[in-house]
């Protein structure tokens, strides 16, 4: 049987750490709460300790002494095999970016129900990448944002014709839209999108919206 899927939870709110708290313990099969804390420095100095290390950190953003996106960005450099999600009610473009920066794999909203919140864990628990729907829209809305200038593409492996395309789907254009703009088939548009994926390290056309914000593809937006 699989073991269950180490949980840290990270909250400067006592009554929100202890909901979270309650909700793992409902996935008892799947979930193990391993330890809680109250802001990044007493989270780091916990992760310091364990062993085995959590597999998942549920990171709160505004916190005081050392907040999330400080505290995501300690783990990733010390501790690189443990995940982050951030768990927030901030579905604010300033936010989602600058943990996906940091290192999170996953941004889910603190309303969502806890099978997506179980959902979101196993997932990111697994390699993957997850968003709460609110933070998928949220994004999508900004493809428009685009910078046109695709030079400063931190990939020397990707063509220029895989560039174009990479442009066309970051302005969430379907297949059949690019390869009429390209004069390409599509079945030519989709071998371009798996070598993309593959290129950039992404596991999904998801993984290349992170793989933009990461590389500051997309335009700065106002909090």
């Known amino acids: 049987m699989k073991k269950p899927v180490r949980i840290l ?13 309650s909700i793992v313990s409902t996935f008892q099969s799947s979930l ?18 364990m062993d085995p290390k959590p597999e998942v950190v549920l990171m709160d953003i505004n916190m005081p002494h050392m ?40 941004y889910v909203l603190k309303d969502c129900d806890k099978e997506e919140l179980k959902e979101a864990i196993l997932e990111v628990a697994k390699g993957n990448t997850f ?3 609110g933070v998928t829209n949220k994004v999508m809305m900004e493809f428009s944002q685009l910078k046109r200038e695709m030079n400063n593409l931190d990939v020397s492996s990707v063509s220029p014709r895989e560039k174009e395309v990479l ?8 297949n059949k839209e690019i390869a009429d703009e390209l ?9 371009h999108k798996q070598n993309l994926i593959s290129k950039t390290g992404a596991k999904s056309i998801a993984g290349l919206v992170v793989f933009a914000i990461k590389n500051n593809l997309l ?5």
């Open 183 to 191: 004069y390409i088939s599509i079945r030519t548009v989709e071998t």
């Open 219 to 223: 335009e700065d937006f106002p909090g």
């Open 32 to 49: 193990e709460l391993v330890g809680a804390a109250g802001n990044g420095v007493e989270t780091l100095n916990l992760i310091q300790n």
């Open 167 to 174: 442009n066309h789907i970051l302005q969430d254009k379907s």
């Open 9 to 21: 939870i990270v909250d400067d709110h006592q009554l929100v750490r202890e909901g979270l708290i």
């Open 67 to 106: 907040n999330g996106m400080d505290c995501t960005r300690e783990i990733k450099k010390f501790f690189p095999e443990v995940r982050v999600i951030a768990l927030t009610m901030h579905n604010q473009s300033l936010h989602i970016k600058q943990m996906l920066k940091e290192g999170a794999h996953g």
């Open 131 to 133: 968003f709460s729907r």
